[in-house]
């Protein structure tokens, strides 16, 4: 049966948690678990479990590469070193926050934000700037080595 | 008294009474006003089977990005491409076409996180292995 429609002043139902509901708390529970954990451990101590294979098999750095490093430091506030880890991932992070942001809404309230509908020019930009950052944060010519970790 | 239609902005079916013909309602899946246009007769087929039923076309974007910041495979980047189809083919109402890419989007998240989770997994054993000796 589909969902029902909704009525434009309807107040959002505190009550049921319906599939996607359940899924945006686990996800939630997810987020939580992890920043916990990458606030007590410094990844840069504690390396060798989890390696990065592009990383380990060619030397170069993928566009991921000190994204987990990043978000040791932005949890504790240093920004500027997050941003030197991995400026890519940290831009993104803004980004990312709307759709975090509406799963939390869709937990508390029963309702998330609308969702934004991504112009294809700007999806193709992102996977511009992936590759570019890829490219770029691999030459070893300063200012670019500003980008690798 | 309840028909089912499609959302016009993500695809998502939502059942509609009557008497909302020509009213503005919420979808319940992407959240976008919409307004309820009379029902259209639907082709049912009479039997083999059941056509896949519109359901909410997600563009999988978030999970497309996530997994290429953390899995590092270059298959988060095939999922990004894919991810980035998905409005584009909504905005102009290629349904078919959106739920082509997002399906090729989440099997190139899961992928990407399943070998990046493998292999980093592995050089990570291998690591272990070689420092205890």
Not at chain 1, 14 to 19: L, P, S
Not at chain 1, 120 to 126: E, F, H, I, K, Q
Not at chain 2, 39 to 51: L, N, T
Request: aromatic share 8%.
């Amino acid at each position: 049966m589909a969902t029902q429609a909704e009525a434009v002043d309807a107040p959002a139902e505190v009550a049921r948690w319906t599939h996607a509901r359940r899924w945006a708390a686990l996800e939630l529970f997810a987020v939580a678990a992890a920043a916990a954990f990458l606030y007590a451990v410094n990844p840069s101590q504690w390396s060798p479990w989890l390696q990065c294979p592009f990383h380990a098999v060619t030397g170069l750095d993928c566009p991921g590469c000190g994204t987990v490093r990043a978000l040791h430091q932005l949890l504790h506030g240093h920004v500027l070193a997050a941003l030197r880890l991995n400026a890519l991932s940290m831009s993104l992070l803004p980004f990312l926050g709307y759709p975090f942001l509406s799963n939390v809404m869709l937990v508390a309230r029963g309702r998330g934000f609308p969702r934004v509908m991504v112009p294809w020019a700007v999806g193709w930009s992102l996977v511009a700037v992936v590759l570019a950052f890829w490219v770029l944060r691999n030459i070893p010519v300063w200012p670019l080595t500003l980008l690798a970790p | 008294m309840s028909e089912v239609m499609s959302c016009p902005h993500c695809g998502g079916q939502m059942s509609v009474t009557a008497d909302l013909n020509g009213q503005v309602v919420i979808c319940p899946h992407c959240r976008k006003q919409l307004t309820v246009a009379p029902p259209v007769a639907q082709p049912i087929p009479a039997r083999g089977p059941v056509p896949v039923a519109a359901g909410y076309i997600s563009n999988r974007l978030v999970e497309a990005i996530l997994v290429t910041l953390f899995c590092c495979m270059p298959f988060g980047i095939v999922a990004i491409v894919y991810a980035a189809q998905v409005d584009g083919k909504l905005a102009s109402r290629d349904f078919t076409g959106a739920r082509y890419a997002s399906e090729k989007a989440k099997n190139w998240c899961i992928a990407a996180f399943v070998c990046g989770l493998i292999l980093g997994g592995s050089i990570g054993l291998l690591a272990l292995a070689g420092a205890r000796h």
